[in-house]
């Protein structure tokens, strides 16, 4: 295939996405339908079908595709010549902003998702252990003495992190996601001190 086919095709897909979470953000995922994604992504329905089975494969592709985008803004945060208190903070607080800064991505990921049943909770909680993963790393890797973080433990503060995120969507304060820094992170401090 050439550069440009490829492009093309990535370039049809990312449209996609953005088209899935506009709509679904307007109309919820239950009346969301295939022609409403294809015309907000300017694409053919064919081209939607070339890169996706329904739109359940589309959403679940929209939220790996973000959550991703959040992991890497959790990575890029860390600075080693910090100790791992202040990396955590650090991170917590990107993590929060990028969140808050797509409101309508943000509720498709967070109430959406949850309408697909088995297959966006799977995709929900592979997302959480990969988060969590980074988080056993970062914490893990400090000095601090402490017992060493557990998967579970990781995964409690991460779904308990998810909870006030869902919160905040729903009481429409979104903008204010970063506040909830201090909180994370002193759960955090407070469950690695034991």
């Not at 009346?31 to 064919?46: F, G, P, Q, Y």
């Not at 903070?89 to 998702?113: G, H, K, Q």
């Amino acid at each position: 295939m050439h550069d440009w086919a490829l492009s093309t095709s990535q370039e049809h897909r990312s449209r996609l996405l953005r088209g899935m979470a506009a709509v679904v953000a307007a109309k919820g995922y239950a009346d969301t339908t295939i022609a409403d994604i294809v015309r907000e992504a300017s694409v053919s329905r064919r081209t939607f079908y070339e890169h996706f089975r329904d739109k359940a494969e589309c959403l679940i592709a929209l939220y790996e595709a973000a959550s991703r985008n959040a992991l890497r803004v959790l990575r890029e945060a860390i600075d080693p010549s910090h100790g791992w208190e202040e990396q955590v903070e650090r991170a917590i607080n990107a993590y929060l902003r990028c969140l808050a800064s797509n409101p309508v991505l943000l509720r498709t990921l967070f109430v959406e998702i949850q309408g697909l049943g088995h297959g966006g909770l799977e995709v929900r909680r592979a997302m959480h252990r990969e988060i969590g993963d980074f988080l056993l790393q970062l914490v893990n890797a400090g000095t601090a003495p402490r017992s060493p973080m557990t998967p579970e433990v990781a995964m409690v503060l991460i779904g308990g992190m998810h909870e006030l995120v869902l919160q905040a969507i729903e009481d429409g304060r979104v903008e204010e996601l970063p506040v909830l820094t201090g909180t994370a992170t002193r759960l955090l401090k407070a469950v690695t001190r034991t």
